[in-house]
């Protein structure tokens, strides 16, 4: 069966772009940077963005076009023993699905709920109590909220109807949704910075504390956040280059997505802190000590300003509305991407129709949600974002640049890449990808073990650390290692690279 194709090069971009830019560059972006030390984790995010980012990017890419094909498969053909790095990446990008889906839900509710700016007074409140009916503990799962089960179910129905007819119709879908969340928040970010006490919040966004640089944990979090937010050591940008044409410019392709999703997140930061610094104004509260934290920026804290926006209730209603549209945008798309990942290796693996595995994996992905829509969601997703995004990435950007940089030999793939390229890349991003990735990544998913072993997440009770994070990160790479074997392979990897 022939592999489908994106049909143009803006098509790619701009399903790439999609992928890279979601929620992850708004409310986990500004959570990032709000956590660790405001201005202090700018600079080793767009480090993170050229040293790890853009070159990773770039080798994910060339594997998906050389082999047209998903992770699994794909490494595979590189090496037989590589397959399991592509499941692992398959088993993160299913779990990701799962949990991001109940965030759309959340948003899919705040749609709603800007009608009548619902919230109110109590933005929290309405956050936590009709929202999430949020229990006491993870282990009080009670039952489920009814918003975010409705919330879910809607989300599940437009993945499908989106996807349904194949990469080249989902594409020209995501042009229109990828343009209109950058209208939208420049549109918001003209608004947010005019209002008073908005300088203040740019300066903490902006404003490094240059001892906040010596913290692991600040270039952990940065470093992850590159991860998560570039779609990359989780299986997708294979899969989206396995849908590339052959005379795909891989460099320049990287590079634009690169800039986008960085630019997309810096833009959503200025919107995100000058909201901040227009509610200190009015609270008398200095930014340090709001609190607020990951999914409480977008869900607490920005409706908390809408009530009080400047304009009255219309002007709040309308700035309601644009700001969770275009939280809607950028986090549907992402799934799309996450759902294509998983889809494509099991039909590629299993030899399963596209459509049937897309849903298969819908209805998997729907009921490992359901997870998130009990009482004790929130707390769940919380426990599994950290271990995925902090600690299963870094374990995956060790296996996979060692097993291509070092044993297939990272050479050949960058000769694969300058074959189709007017402007070559140089021996630096051998150097890159053999020794600054790898060493990164050692580095930094060591300080992860040590700090969670030492100090349990959030403050969580260790039977739930045990079961959302240290189960799911040593379950990951079993289970990767196990599915090779549940088929035998009819085609051995050659190793070969050439075009």
């Known amino acids: 069966m022939k592999r489908e194709t994106w049909g143009s090069r803006s098509n790619f971009i701009f399903a790439a772009i999609g992928s890279a830019v979601g929620l992850g560059n708004a409310w986990r972006f500004a959570g990032q940077v709000y956590q660790n030390g405001g201005g202090a984790f700018l600079l080793p995010y767009i480090i993170a963005i050229f040293a790890i980012g853009i070159p990773v990017l770039m080798m994910e890419l060339a594997i998906g076009k050389k082999y047209q094909l998903g992770a699994p498969s794909a490494f595979a053909k ?33 749609i709603f709920a800007s ?33 975010v089960l409705i919330g879910l179910l809607i989300t599940w ?4 109807v989106a996807m349904r007819k194949g990469v080249e119709k989902m594409a020209k879908i995501v042009k229109w949704i990828v343009i209109i969340p950058v209208v939208i928040l420049i549109i918001m970010c003209v608004q947010a910075v005019s209002m008073p006490g908005a300088s203040e919040g740019i300066r903490y966004y902006i404003t490094p504390d240059w001892s906040a640089l010596g913290n692991l944990d ?41 800039l986008a999703d960085m630019g997309i997140s810096l833009l959503a930061g200025f919107v995100v802190f000058s909201t901040l610094g227009y509610l200190s104004f009015q609270s008398g509260t200095p930014i ?18 809408l009530s009080v926006f400047p304009g009255g209730h219309v002007v709040g209603v ?41 849903y298969g994996t819908c209805l998997a992905c729907f009921i490992l949600a359901l997870l998130f829509a009990t009482n004790a969601g929130m707390y769940w997703l919380d426990i599994i974002d950290h271990f995925v995004n902090e600690g299963n990435l870094l374990f995956m950007g060790i296996f996979e640049t060692i097993a291509v940089a070092w044993i297939f030999g990272i050479n050949k793939v960058r000769e694969y890449i300058n074959s189709s390229t007017k402007i070559k890349i ?55 290692l196990i599915i090779p074997k549940l088929t035998s392979r009819k085609k051995k990897g050659t190793g070969e690279l050439a075009s």
């Not at 109590?129 to 229990?135: A, F, H, K, P, W």
């Not at 000590?289 to 607490?300: I, P, S």
């Not at 930094?444 to 700090?451: D, I, P, T, Y």
């Open 115 to 147: 009608f009548t700016m619902a919230w109110g007074g109590d933005p929290a409140g309405f956050f936590n109590d009709t929202v999430l009916q949020i229990s006491q503990n993870p282990g009080q799962l009670q039952g489920f909220s009814l918003p």
């Open 218 to 258: 600040v270039w952990r979090a940065a470093f992850g956040q590159v991860a998560y937010s570039m779609s990359i050591l989780f299986a997708l940008m294979i899969t989206y280059g396995s849908f590339l044409q052959k005379d795909s410019d891989i460099p320049k392709d990287s590079i634009v997505i690169g």
């Open 78 to 110: 590189m090496n037989k023993n590589f397959e399991w790095i592509g499941w692992a990446g398959i088993i993160i990008a299913f779990v990701v699905a799962a949990y991001y889906s109940a965030l759309v839900a959340w948003v899919v509710n705040y």
């Open 157 to 160: 129905i437009v993945v499908i």
């Open 426 to 480: 140089g021996k630096w991003w051998n150097v890159f990808l053999k020794y600054l990735c790898p060493i990164v990544f050692i580095f930094l998913a060591s300080s992860f073990l040590v700090s969670n072993i030492m100090t349990p997440y959030g403050g969580y009770d260790l039977q739930y650390i045990m079961i959302g994070g240290w189960a799911l990160v040593v379950g990951t790479f079993v289970l990767a």
């Open 318 to 358: 309308i700035f309601s509305l644009l700001f969770f549209i275009m939280l809607f945008a950028l986090a549907i798309d992402s799934l799309f991407s996450i759902v294509q990942a998983v889809s494509t290796a099991v039909s590629d693996k299993f030899k399963i129709k596209p459509r049937k595995a897309l």
């Open 288 to 305: 340090a000590d709001m609190n607020y934290q990951g999914v409480m920026l977008a869900f607490v804290t920005y409706p908390q300003a």
